[in-house]
């Protein structure tokens, strides 16, 4: 895994996050620019994704591989299905959905870390 | 958020049901991934306490489910999961603590949920609460 990845997507996240906590408060719906931030945030997991997939199928695979890839796939396919989720809603409630996306996405990666390297 | 009189079909799922659907949606494959991966690698060291997972995660998706789909029937499923979800943090969470040797690894549900911030526990007392009010505003 490439670690300033992890970082770089674990802190725009938390950011994603505060931003739709702020318009859950707001009472606002999620509107486009959510969307695009969700979609980038999607890009920066995508390549973290696949740059580790690239390592794995290259034979560097930590000890729990199927735990491992099977965490893999859900980081890959939270931040689409919670953006989608949380886009069909035209309340605040919206935003809410995709806050706690957002805050999952990174403990997610705090175990995919753990898994890859477990004595850390 | 006005509340609007939506029809019966799509109370469910909207507004905080939203939320609602999308925790019971991790959950359910939390609990259910890891319990399947326990009973499935390491069978022999806790077989009660992986199979306790795995069904804490089917019954996570049958609410998520209930929930999300339209409908009376799943109302009920809905209702019915999350009561028995309540019933299963509580009876799970004291037993760990009483006879924590029936539980030599950790499940979902044990210390109340505290390994998962406690949300197993909040999270049907919630899912319960908004089946009710839904139900209450249908019926007005």
Excluded at chain 2, 30 to 55: C, I, M, N, W
Excluded at chain 2, 61 to 68: D, E, I, S, T, Y
């Amino acid at each position: 895994m490439v670690d300033w990845l992890t970082m770089t997507i674990q802190v725009a996240s938390l950011a994603m996050a505060g931003w739709c906590l702020v318009s859950t408060f707001r009472d606002q719906p999620m509107v486009v620019p959510h969307l695009v931030g969700m979609g980038l945030l999607w890009l920066l997991v995508l390549g973290q994704v696949g740059a580790t997939v690239v390592t794995v199928v290259g034979g560097d695979r930590p000890a729990e591989t199927a735990m491992f890839v099977s965490y893999l796939a859900t980081v890959a396919l939270l931040p689409p299905a919670c953006a989608v989720w949380g886009f069909m809603e035209r309340s605040k409630w919206g935003p809410a959905v995709i806050a706690f996306a957002c805050l999952i996405l990174p403990v997610l990666f705090v175990r995919l870390e753990q898994l890859w390297n477990p004595v850390a | 958020m006005p509340e609007t009189t939506a029809p019966t079909a799509r109370t469910l799922r909207t507004g905080p049901g939203r939320l609602l659907v999308a925790v019971y949606g991790v959950f359910a494959l939390a609990a259910t991934a890891r319990g399947g991966f326990q009973l499935a690698t390491k069978f022999g060291e806790a077989p009660l306490a992986y199979a306790l997972s795995l069904f804490a995660g089917v019954v996570y998706l049958v609410a998520a489910v209930g929930l999300a789909r339209a409908g009376r029937i799943s109302r009920l499923v809905a209702l019915v999961s999350c009561s028995v979800e309540v019933v299963g943090v509580l009876v799970v969470g004291a037993a760990s603590v009483l006879m924590p040797e029936v539980f030599p690894d950790d499940t979902v549900w044990s210390h109340f949920g505290g390994g998962y911030l406690f949300i197993p526990l909040v999270l049907p007392v919630v899912g319960l609460w908004w089946i009710m009010r839904v139900h209450r505003v249908d019926r007005d």
